[in-house]
């Protein structure tokens, strides 16, 4: 079976800082990996995703993540955060394309002043 | 904009009542998706329609069921309402929902339908 666990649940960050957000996954088999992000009272909307090939993945917004399949992790990372980055952050497996996908329970990102 | 639309944006309703939400897939996609995702949790598969078939359920009771209809739109179904299921209730559209159908690879999320049952 597979799992998500994003390892904080809330992340403090000043804005124009860094930030990393943190998942890492078990499964049997090859899945792919995803981020979404969910600003307040909305749906889920894609950040980045990784299906194959090259193991660094550059998203929407300025967001990238790595696939390190032998720490079995998918950190999202940003290079310089701002207010409206502020939201909750969901990784994500499947083992298709289409098929079910298992979330994480989520990392609140908190940008600071 | 996904282009993922449902209604209501927001429910109540008391315990052991029904209710039907409704999601209106994005254009050309025939496979959807439905998620629970309650307060201060990650969002969980309940169950994904392809062609108008169940094509995957997840561990949700038959009191939650679903119809997807020829032109993909799709309903949720849920019976018998208990407190705890109360939720914010996720549709996603894709195409292809079968293993190996060369389709988006992704699905799109619709802005939900929040669930209150008291």
């Known amino acids: 079976a597979q799992s998500v666990t994003q390892l904080d649940s809330q992340v403090p960050v000043f804005e124009e800082a860094p930030v990393e957000l943190r998942c890492n996954y078990s499964s049997s088999v090859s899945v792919y990996l995803f981020w979404y992000v969910q600003y307040p009272n909305q749906g889920l909307q894609l950040l980045l995703k990784?299906?194959?090939?090259?193991?660094l993945v550059k998203g929407i917004n300025g967001f990238e993540a790595e696939f390190n399949k032998s720490q079995t992790s998918f950190h999202l990372r940003k290079p310089s955060v701002h207010i409206s980055d502020t939201a909750e952050y969901f990784c994500?497996?499947?083992?298709?394309?289409?098929?079910?996908?298992?979330f994480g329970k989520g990392t609140r990102l908190h940008i600071l002043p | 904009e996904t282009g993922v639309t449902q209604s209501p944006t927001h429910l109540i309703k008391t315990r052991g009542q029904q209710v039907t939400l409704r999601c209106s897939s994005q254009s050309g996609h025939n496979t959807v998706s439905w998620y629970q995702q309650a307060l201060g949790q990650g969002p969980q598969f309940i169950f994904q329609?392809?062609?108008?078939?169940?094509?995957g359920r997840g561990n949700f009771p038959p009191r939650f069921s679903g119809l997807q209809f020829p032109n993909y739109s799709s309903e949720l179904n849920v019976n018998a309402l208990e407190l705890d299921d109360s939720a914010l209730y996720l549709c996603?559209?894709?195409?292809?929902?079968?293993?190996?159908?060369?389709?988006?690879?992704?699905?799109?999320f619709g802005p939900g339908t929040r669930l209150t049952v008291l």
């Open positions: 329609y392809y062609r108008e078939e169940e094509n």
């Open positions: 994500a497996v499947s083992m298709n394309r289409d098929d079910k996908i298992i």
């Open positions: 996603a559209s894709s195409l292809d929902g079968t293993s190996g159908g060369g389709g988006t690879d992704t699905q799109y």
């Open positions: 990784y299906l194959s090939g090259s193991t």
